[in-house]
């Protein structure tokens, strides 16, 4: 009786540490470019807001579902993919007025901090780096959903945030005020988890 008790004292140990360790396991993610977007509106000379955004970028976040804010976020977007649905515009905002691709063919955004607001909202806080110059931004991030994906059977999270920046802090000053120095900026994200080697993939 004695070791019989004994025994499952070790087992039930090694289960809570087993499933502690799961629990604390935070979740690689590599983007899913078909459903993810950097999209960015901008003042025109207080007619409309123009919608632009950047077709190609890399990076990754990690989300750790049982600690939210030790989850991160990194992403290096080209410059030179921006498009604003009209070519004479985009080669403008690929000139020295804008993002002058040739000098600085890349932006950044790495994360710092995260600021838990509730079960599904967060601030994210993290340095965006544009034209050489790094300055701290908050994305307000909202978590939509986790799963299976219904139809080919991977894990993907998905999340929608947005910021804005004044692209003048950042030695773009190009038109400004005029054209708006108030830059709203809006993603739209889906990340294909990243399953690594003998970590039991959830099943929610």
Do not use: C
């Amino acid at each position: 009786m004695i070791r019989f008790f004994m025994s499952l004292m070790a087992f039930l140990v090694l289960s809570l540490a087993a499933g502690t360790a799961v629990a604390q396991s935070p979740e690689h993610y590599s983007f899913d470019k078909a459903h993810t977007q950097i999209l960015f509106f901008a003042d025109h000379l207080g007619f409309s807001k123009s919608q632009g955004e950047f077709l190609d970028y890399d990076g990754f976040f990690v989300f750790n579902p049982s600690a939210p804010a030790e989850s991160s976020v990194e992403i290096t977007i080209n410059t030179d993919s921006i498009n604003m649905d009209d070519e004479r515009w985009d080669t403008h905002m690929k000139s020295g007025d804008f993002f002058d691709v040739e000098h600085y063919p890349t932006m950044t955004f790495k994360s710092t901090s995260i600021e838990i607001l509730s079960e599904k909202t967060a601030n994210i806080t993290g340095d965006l780096t544009m034209l050489g110059v790094t300055k701290p931004i908050i994305l307000s991030v909202m978590h939509n959903k986790s799963g299976r994906h219904p139809f080919n059977e991977k894990y993907v999270s998905g999340f929608s945030a947005h910021t804005t920046v004044q692209r003048s802090e950042f030695g773009m000053t190009y038109g400004a005020p005029l054209l708006g120095d108030e830059i709203e900026i809006r993603l739209e994200v889906e990340g294909v988890r990243e399953d690594q080697e003998g970590q039991e993939p959830h099943n929610k």
